[in-house]
Each structure stands twice: as C-alpha cells, then as structure tokens.
C-alpha cells in the first residue's frame, strides 16, 4: 500500500489537506484584477496552496522565490528566464530587442532552456528589472491573464533598500498581471503592506494562512490511518497533541507512523518510538543548527522546550524579547497563542539532550 502522506515538497491532489475557504478566497482575488498577499509561518503550505489555485486556473504562472536572488540585477534574470521558458520565442523577441540593457540569451543544450544575463549597469541598475516586469504585462493575451508569484517578499529588502519603492512604482501600472505575494515573517510582511509608510500599504487582499482546523486535520489523518489499523483514532490524536497541527511536521510524523505500522503491529508506544527515529535521523543536522544558536537563545529554547514557558531567573526582559525576535527571525520560534518551537522534533531533541 502507499503511503498516503507526503512531506518535504509541494503537495497536491490527495496528498492536499483542507484549505478549501482558503482555496476559494484566493481563486476569486486572482479573478479579479487584484494582488494577493498571503502571510504564514514557514512549512505551512502557502506554496502548495498557491499551486492548487494557479493550477485551477490555467493561466502563465511565473514563480520567484526572492530568497535565491543575489541582487536586483539577478532577480531581472531570474524572472525573464522563467518568462522565456512559458512563451514561444518568436511571440516575444521583439520586445527584447526594445530593452534599454539588450540582454545575452543563450541555447542551454543540456537542459533545453534559455541562458539569460545582463551586461552590468552603473548607472541604471533598475532597468532590466522594470524592462522584464513590462514585458510580463505586454504579453497578456485576452483571457489568459499571466500570474506573478514572488515568494518570501519579505526579502526584497535585502536586495536594495530602495526596491520597494522602486518596484511599487512599476507594477502600480500594470493590468494585465496578478501579483502574488507570500511570507513567511509576518513582522516584515505587516510592516510592508499594512504599515501607512510602506510604498506597498494596502497593495493587495490580505491573507493568513493559519494551521489547519483540529477536527478537519483529525478525520484527514483518521481516514488514512483506517487503510492500515483499527487504531486510527488514537493515532492521529497523539500526532495532532504532538505537533499542534502544524502542517508540515503532522504530514512527517504520519509518514513515518504508517511506515512503521507497515512492518510491526501497533503499539501504545508508537509515537515515542517514531519520534526516536525521527530525532536519530536528524541529529546531526540540529546539532550543527545547535552550534549556530547564541547562548542567551538556547537558555530560551531550553525553557520553552522543558518548562513550556520563557526563562524568568535572572534575565532582563529586553534580552528576553530581543532574543525571542532573532529566534522567530530565523524560524525556530513562532507566535501563536504563546510562544512555542515551529519544529516540534528540535524541541523532543533538546528535551532527549537534556533528559
């Protein structure tokens, strides 16, 4: 039997949990002309939501994580790469030769695709950028509207302070195109688009993408569970307790669950055993994360993980918080109803550590 759960990549179809208001708010702003703006914590399937939308759509999708753009020169490329790869060439080298920077394309023979580059400039670093983007909105054909989705936007930042003015500027006029903007730190993504400052307030339909109802996550589980063991109820109870219905880590734990009830019956000590190998399978890797941490952010991480609550002996509550933000910053804290770990097997690995 296969094993109906699936982690690590972008899911869809049966593997694809829920998400059905979520599913329809989105489908709607992209029928419009609107941007959307799609806000969650790491791993909580905005992607594979966002794919299942686009998908149904039929529409050019063109996808940019911009945590993989070095600068804003890069991201042109990037983009205009993705473009050539969805549109005939002869419907678009016209426009190409119109840019103000020509660029350097090149047959890849290996993979089939285009090679794209950029000669540098000093003086006018945006305009491959607003060239692409202007592109992108030219070739709309009637019906068939293109789709932009620019992933961890939040990042923008860090390629040039200037880019979100500069990028608003552009995009402000165009049509023919839907934007979509995903993140994963709501901090930076509120100040961007909720903050009166930012050149991006209320640029598009806001959106939180929160951790999938207990009860619809429950029959999910239960109803795959069902396919191997009589003990389907109890198993997915314990998965949901553990991993408070965080995607990702709940479609792991099961994984690995229904792998072991695959070879050996059930047992009342499933779950710890599984874990175990979990945490075995991965410790090399949170050791090294481990080793990465500042002190005053592992006693955090201790507390959170051994006491359930933040450190209080000793410590200023300005390091306190300032900690915590670096930890939420790199995606090892999040904050829902309290403060509690995005992994819930870093927390079991420091709870065996310590134990």
């Keep these: 039997m296969a094993n109906p759960f699936k982690f690590g990549s972008v899911v869809s179809e049966d593997f694809f949990t829920d998400r059905e208001k979520e599913f329809e708010n989105a489908k709607n702003v992209l029928a419009s002309r609107n941007h959307l703006v799609l806000i969650s914590p790491r791993r909580y399937g905005k992607t594979s939501l966002i794919n299942k939308v686009t998908s149904s759509l039929s529409r050019p999708v063109i996808y940019m994580d911009l945590q993989l753009a070095t600068d804003v020169s890069d991201l042109a490329t990037q983009l205009l790469k993705k473009f050539l790869s969805i549109n005939k060439w002869e419907s678009v080298k016209h426009f190409l030769a119109n840019f103000r920077i020509v660029p350097t394309l090149e047959l890849n023979p290996q993979t089939g695709g285009m090679e794209v580059s950029f000669a540098p400039s000093a003086s006018n670093k945006l305009a491959p950028l607003e060239d692409v983007l202007n592109l992108i909105e030219k070739t709309d054909k009637k019906g068939n509207r293109p789709i932009v989705v620019l992933d961890e936007f939040q990042d923008i930042v860090y390629l040039d302070k200037n880019l979100p003015k500069q990028l608003r500027a552009i995009i402000q006029h165009h049509k023919n195109v839907n934007y979509i903007f995903l993140g994963s730190l709501e901090s930076m993504m509120k100040a961007i688009f909720e903050s009166k400052k930012s050149p991006f307030y209320h640029f598009g339909y806001l ?69 175990k190998d979990i945490i075995t399978i991965h410790s090399t890797d949170y050791e090294r994360l481990w080793n990465t941490i500042r002190k005053t952010d592992k006693k955090i991480l201790i507390s959170l993980a051994m006491q359930g609550k933040l450190p209080t002996a000793s410590f200023p509550q300005s390091t306190i918080y300032s900690g915590l933000a670096r930890l939420i910053a790199h995606g090892y804290v999040v904050k829902g109803k309290n403060y509690e770990f995005d992994d819930p097997f870093f927390k079991n690995w420091i709870i065996m550590k310590r134990s």
């Design 207 to 275: 959106m939180a993408l929160d951790k999938i109802p207990y009860s619809d996550f429950f029959d999910y589980l239960k109803n795959r569970f069902d396919k191997i063991t009589n003990r389907s109820e109890t198993i997915s109870k314990e998965i949901l307790e553990l991993t408070e219905q965080h995607p990702y880590y709940t479609q792991q734990l099961a994984f690995y669950c229904f792998s072991f009830l695959e070879k050996e019956r059930y047992k009342k000590d499933i779950l710890p055993l599984v874990i």
